[in-house]
Structures are given as structure tokens and as C-alpha cells.
């Protein structure tokens, strides 16, 4: 069982992957787990994440500059 559940773990990371099979991974290994759909990830979940990354920022860089790039997502 768990070299079955390695190789469809492994599935998830692999360029061949596609998000139905993360629905079927979720399905057969969590039956009561729900996979957020994308406008759930790209909002409430990633600006959450987002959030919590700002604050250790904040934290870490307390009184000091410093300079940020990104891809275009902003929070």
C-alpha cells in the first residue's frame, strides 16, 4: 500500500501531471479531502500565504530597505 501511495504521490510532481489527477489522488487517498478550485487558491489561499511571508519580511527586516521583484501577483 504505501509504494502504491509513492508512486501516485510522485505522479503529482511530475510534468505529466494534470489537476484532474490530483482530484483522483485526493479521492482515492483522503475520501473526505475537497481540493480548492482555482479562484480558492488564487485568492483566499494565496493571499493568505502571501500575508504570513510579509510579515516575516517585516519581521527579519525590521528598520532595514530593501528591494522586492515579482512576477506581477500582487497581494
Keep these: 500500500m504505501q509504494?502504491?501511495?509513492?508512486?501516485d504521490f510522485l505522479l503529482q510532481f511530475t510534468p505529466h501531471g494534470t489537476p484532474?489527477?490530483?482530484?483522483?489522488?485526493?479521492?482515492?487517498?483522503?475520501?473526505?479531502?475537497?481540493?480548492p478550485d482555482q479562484r480558492t487558491l488564487s485568492s483566499l489561499i494565496l493571499n493568505w500565504e502571501a500575508a504570513k511571508v510579509k510579515d516575516q519580511l517585516k519581521m527579519k527586516l525590521h528598520r532595514r530597505l530593501a528591494t522586492f521583484i515579482t512576477d506581477g501577483c500582487s497581494v
Excluded at 484532474?20 to 481540493?35: D, E
Design 3 to 7: 509504494s502504491e501511495f509513492g508512486k
Design 20 to 35: 484532474q489527477q490530483m482530484h483522483l489522488f485526493v479521492q482515492k487517498w483522503i475520501p473526505s479531502g475537497v481540493v
